[in-house]
């Protein structure tokens, strides 16, 4: 899990039971409008906005490399480091958002900026 700070003005979603995310396993959740892809990389959590960059695909609903911690949107290819949000290939070129997780209580949760 990367330690990241919670947003002042944030809206926290409890995603699951840690039980429920195990190793190479996305679950997808939502906080408001925004879709949210939550990654256990190799026993890592971390969390994406779910929309490529490129044309606002669905990225969790896509293939992904849980070796490699890398999202691939399933409409054109585009390739993501779930770690940074980094686009990695083209047609992306720009990156998705981050977003805090946290495990409290035997829960993942994961911390949405609202403002």
């Not at 609903?61 to 490699?68: I, N, Q, S, T």
Request: proline residues 10%.
């Amino acid at each position: 899990m990367v330690e990241q700070r919670r947003p002042l003005l944030s809206l926290t979603v409890e995603v699951c039971p840690v039980a429920e995310l195990p190793p190479g396993h996305v679950k997808i959740v939502y906080a408001g409008l925004v879709g949210v892809g939550v990654y256990n990389c190799a026993g890592k959590l971390y969390a994406i906005e779910d929309r490529c960059s490129h044309d606002d695909g669905p990225l969790a609903e896509g293939d992904w490399e849980p070796e490699l911690c890398v999202a691939i949107c399933p409409r054109h290819g585009a390739r993501f480091d779930i770690t940074t949000g980094s686009a990695l290939t083209l047609p992306a070129f720009e990156p998705v958002e981050t977003f805090p997780v946290r495990i409290e209580d035997g829960w993942v949760k994961v911390d949405v900026p609202t403002a």
